[in-house]
């Protein structure tokens, strides 16, 4: 990004008590245990909204992190992403109680049969007018697969190969099933639509076989908005493909740009202009009228921080078990891929320390591998300016250490200084989701020509 324009803003949550800052459902002034209740989310709604955040992304997966001990104990017993509860079921109240607040839902292409999916995504771009995105996932945990009656999960190259198939499925439910005009609702003539234009898919591939034609009419954006997360080389092909705004994390700049540029040469080789896709990182802001009191409140939030939860997060990230590791244990010469890699991530944004089981557990405590900005105002607008700046990223999965403490301060402090430079809206754009984020207009790459069946095909 070369020119510093207004970024995204998204406000980045689960529909547990516990996401990415395992322990801190503790704290005194966190209201996460209310995530069973609807008020509770209908309240977080207004407030990002009243603070102006482009959408809520809720995370989301089918499975439970048993790779620490080989077991979902301590999962349970810390409260880590676990209970979860469906995000789709969530929307519908919130985009009563809101006019502008997009959402972004995580749903997997692994599954849920799209004919299914496709309709429950119609339904909620009817019911939010139009404010509603997709998480396109594959699924990577083994824990999910066996919930669906599988021994483990299939490899990289057939759940993307899948995931095109899918995605095929969907678009021509959702843009060729119905034609512009079927829809009449005649009351005189007693017609509510034209038979003649709509259309059965008849679908027959490898994956799913789909006669159509869609049970919804067609909705504000037909396709919704389509974010994507995948960071394999299968997953940016794929975001290269279907993505209009893509999710990364990393905790240094230094991965995180290197993660940009990976992406953006993908688009370039499909054809698209590098910087037509939204890229937007994970971080987490801890911030106060005074930068003593931002850190004050940090360590404060440290104490509540579960280090063995962090280790259940990493175990699950990478798939190593670290309660065979001692605390104390220093990861300088290892074998496994998982864990290099990981300390090679945090390494870049710390050289100088020693990773030990302990040290990771630590640095997962608060906002998982993500970074994290502390400091009054001024300090935070400077440090995420950075972040774009050096990256090139478009803005931010904004999470959390207490909720919904984080966001108010981030909206209260951080947000009046990142508009007086310019960085973040001061008002919604009008429009659907898409346009709201790609401008008037915009349709979804189907729909524009972009992409068809043919490159879907080829591709899978």
Not at 218 to 236: E, K, N, V, Y
Not at 264 to 287: K, L, Q, S, Y
Not at 343 to 356: G, K, Q, T
Not at 446 to 454: D, K, M, P, Q
């Amino acid at each position: 990004m070369t020119e510093m324009t207004a970024l995204v803003f998204n406000a980045f949550l689960m529909n547990s008590p516990g996401h990415l800052s395992p322990g801190l459902w503790r704290h005194p002034r966190d209201i996460s245990a209310g995530f069973n209740r609807l008020g509770h989310w209908v309240d977080l709604a207004r407030l990002l909204e009243d603070g102006l955040f482009d959408a809520m992304f809720i995370a989301d997966a089918y499975g439970h992190y048993d790779t620490y001990g080989g077991t979902p104990d301590q999962a349970l017993r810390l409260g880590v992403q676990v209970p979860r509860n469906d995000p789709a079921l969530l929307v519908s109240a919130m985009a009563h109680a809101t006019r502008h607040l997009g959402f972004g839902i995580t749903m997997s292409t692994t599954y849920e049969p799209p004919f299914a999916l496709a309709r429950r995504f119609s339904t909620l771009d009817h019911l939010t007018e139009g404010r509603i995105g997709w998480n396109i996932v594959t699924s990577a945990q083994d824990s999910a697969a066996r919930n669906f009656g599988r021994t483990a999960q299939a490899g990289h190259a057939e759940r993307y190969a899948m995931a095109e198939e899918y995605l095929e499925v969907c678009y021509r439910l959702w843009e060729d099933s119905w034609q512009e005009g079927a829809v009449l609702a005649d009351r005189q003539r007693g017609i509510y639509a034209d038979p003649a234009k709509v259309h059965a898919i008849h679908h027959r591939g490898k994956y799913f076989q789909v006669e159509g034609p869609h049970l919804s009419e067609p909705s504000p954006q037909r396709t919704p908005f389509l974010f994507q997360a995948g960071a394999s080389s299968f997953g940016q092909a794929f975001s290269a493909r279907h993505a209009e705004a893509v999710f990364v994390g990393a905790p240094s700049k230094q991965v995180l740009a290197r993660s940009v540029r990976n992406l953006r040469e993908a688009f370039a080789r499909a054809g698209r202009d590098p910087a037509e896709v939204r890229i937007i990182a994970e971080h987490t802001v801890i911030t106060a009228p005074t930068s003593a009191e931002a850190h004050e409140k940090h360590a404060e939030y440290q104490r509540y921080s579960s280090e063995i939860g962090g280790l259940v997060l990493m175990s699950g990230w990478t798939g190593v078990d670290f309660a065979r590791f001692a605390a104390d244990e220093v990861f300088e010469h290892v074998e496994s891929n998982a864990i290099r890699t990981a300390v090679e991530a945090m390494s870049s944004a710390d050289p100088d320390r020693r990773w030990s089981a302990g040290e990771i557990a630590r640095w997962c405590g608060i906002g998982g591998l993500s970074p994290v900005s502390v400091g009054d105002p001024v300090e935070v607008a400077d440090s995420l300016a950075a972040w774009a700046r050096d990256t090139g990223i478009d803005g931010f999965n904004l999470s959390y250490a207490v909720l919904d403490e984080g966001f108010r301060d981030f909206i209260t402090l951080v947000v009046p200084e990142l508009q007086s430079r310019g960085l973040y809206k001061t008002s919604y754009a009008q429009g659907t989701l898409r346009e709201k984020l790609r401008g008037p207009g915009a349709r979804s790459r189907w729909a524009s020509g972009a992409i068809s069946r043919a490159d879907v095909s080829a591709d899978a």
